[in-house]
């Protein structure tokens, strides 16, 4: 079926784990189980088909670096679980705009280097799609890229909460140039919103009326840095409390974010749930859930099904938000969907009985 030509905005801890991941799974057979992929061969496609040609920062310890190096440069603080051989891709410096936040300013050397054209780069090195890993909060930035992707023809798979794909403006221009977005906001494989969906769901199937929840998160990467700066976090707490809230049908009061940096975590994250209701006869009923997790390799392997499904619907001229694999993979999409309903979208898709 060919190669998959993956560019990345953003070389973070979760292009880290993505790149580390491709590598890691690369002879996997098809018959075997990957955890924290749909499928080994995604109709068609498996992981070692997917290639990076090319990457864009804005750090001075990774721009002008062999991508399989500014993987592993700080501040980047994740688990390195494979090696990564020589990708001879330069990571290209990128606008700054608003993604560097007032605490990233003390921890990041902007690279002296002009920017590129990242629009010329895309075409010039034919990428199929770029990856968004931007940071939380970086608005101005996420929507300029998706406007160099969509002047360069080229798919769009937005990982962070900046709303491009659930966005009917955006979405719109997309449909119009008929290429392919995904998004908003990657889901993990089993992280803090899953959880905190399914406890939701399962309690709403069994019957039981919510009264009030709180998810609270803290992690000690540049991630949860940068979220000390409140006025970034408006989307992203809206990504995460729709992601639940949707399962319940109904509101209630809640309150989900992140709510502290502490550094010597590094790229773990430690989230708690609680959540209050009341059952049969209005007897009280509370959960307290604790999840610790490394973040970036958590979302990994759903961005790889993402890239996969996104290639499927350039093979087959489809433009526009790709509802099915939008649905499994992020928080904000634009059609939420219990993850076995997604789950099924996303086989329809691959066999071709659902359009998008």
């Not at 001879?88 to 606008?95: I, N, Q, S």
């Not at 994250?269 to 959540?275: F, R, V």
């Not at 509370?286 to 790889?304: E, F, H, Q, R």
């Amino acid at each position: 079926m060919g190669r998959i030509r993956v560019a990345i905005a953003g070389v973070g801890n979760c292009a880290s784990a993505l790149i580390q991941g491709v590598f890691y799974y690369q002879n996997a057979k098809d018959d075997e189980q990957i955890p924290g992929l749909l499928y080994p061969n995604f109709g068609g496609y498996r992981v070692s088909d997917i290639e990076f040609v090319a990457a864009f920062d804005v750090d001075d310890r990774k721009v002008g670096k062999d991508l399989s190096e500014a993987i592993f440069s700080p501040p980047n603080n994740t688990r390195v679980f494979a090696k990564v051989p020589k990708l001879g891709v330069e990571v290209m410096k990128g606008p700054v705009m608003d993604g560097v936040g007032k605490y990233l300013k003390d921890v990041i050397p902007i690279s002296p280097k002009e920017p590129v054209d990242v629009a010329q780069v895309l075409k010039d090195v034919k990428a199929d799609m770029l990856v968004n890993y931007l940071p939380v909060g970086s608005e101005e930035a996420v929507r300029w890229y998706a406007q160099q992707a969509l002047d360069a023809g080229v798919a769009f798979v937005n990982c962070m909460p900046v709303f491009i794909a659930s966005d009917p403006t955006w979405a719109k221009k997309f449909e119009e140039r008929k290429v392919p977005v995904a998004g908003d906001d990657v889901q993990s494989q089993l992280g803090a919103t899953v959880l905190h969906k399914t406890i939701t769901k399962l309690l709403v199937d069994r019957g039981v009326k919510i009264e009030e929840s709180y998810q609270l998160n803290v992690g000690g990467d540049t991630d949860f840095l940068n979220m000390l700066e409140r006025e970034r976090l408006k989307s992203k707490e809206i990504s995460k409390t729709s992601a639940v809230v949707e399962m319940a049908g109904y509101q209630f009061p809640v309150k989900i974010g992140p709510s502290d940096y502490i550094p010597f975590l590094q790229n773990q994250k430690i989230c708690y749930i609680w959540i209050k209701g009341k059952y049969f006869g209005d007897t009280p009923l509370t959960i307290d859930v604790k999840l610790s997790v490394w973040d970036a390799p958590n979302s990994a392997g759903s961005v790889i099904d993402v890239i996969r499904a996104v290639k499927i619907a350039k093979d087959r001229g489809i433009g526009g938000p790709l509802t099915s694999i939008s649905a499994w993979a992020f928080k904000h999409p634009p059609i939420h969907a219990p993850a076995a309903v997604a789950k099924e979208w996303v086989k329809e898709f691959i066999e071709g009985k659902r359009e998008r």
